[in-house]
């Protein structure tokens, strides 16, 4: 089991081993490494208000020990339209314990019933079938493809949509 947190000063040399893993940037558009004073300036301003700032990242924690391993963020947060993106990141040696489902199970509700989101989504590189396999298996569905997307080192890649409406209620 995990759980959802803030962000806090002591996560700097997580947030430095997570943020600098050169097999993520693809994923995350990062071009270069991250210095760990760029990461304590951003942890200065980590909690300011989604309503300001259009994001929140929170870390994902195990339930027994407390240990960080990942991170899940919203992004492109519209206040307008209740929705936000999705973004999730797990360290390589936390992967396949099921963390990254139960994290975005928890940020579904606080989505809904904290932040009260309409809808969340997210773009996933085709070639990602993990990623793939973690939003379908959370209920997400897939509604479209963008052809030729994502720059990737072997060229351009395509990148689906995933889409997860938090109410069903829709106008007519």
């Given at each position: ?14 947030l ?22 760029a990461?304590?300036e ?24 407390g240990?960080?391993?990942g ?12 929705r ?14 099921g963390?990254a489902?139960?994290?975005?199970e ?28 973690l ?26 949509e ?5 109410s ?5």
């Amino acid at each position: 089991m995990v759980h959802l947190r803030a962000l806090e000063p002591d996560d700097l040399d997580f947030l430095y081993t997570l943020e600098n893993d050169r097999d993520i940037w693809g994923v995350s558009d990062t071009l270069a490494p991250l210095s760990r004073q760029a990461l304590r300036e951003y942890l200065t301003h980590a909690t300011t208000d989604i309503y300001v700032v259009r994001q929140l990242r929170q870390v994902v924690t195990t339930e027994i020990s407390g240990v960080a391993v990942g991170v899940v963020d919203l992004f492109e947060y519209d206040a307008l339209h209740q929705r936000a993106g999705v973004g999730i990141t797990i360290l390589a040696s936390e992967r396949r314990h099921g963390y990254a489902r139960q994290a975005l199970e928890l940020l579904k509700e606080y989505a809904r019933d904290v932040l009260r989101l309409h809808q969340i989504y997210a773009t996933v590189g085709a070639t990602n079938l993990a990623s793939m396999r973690l939003f379908r298996a959370a209920g997400f569905r897939r509604v479209g493809t963008r052809r030729a997307w994502l720059r990737t080192a072997s060229g351009w890649q395509d990148a689906v949509e995933w889409q997860y409406l938090l109410s069903h209620q829709t106008s007519a």
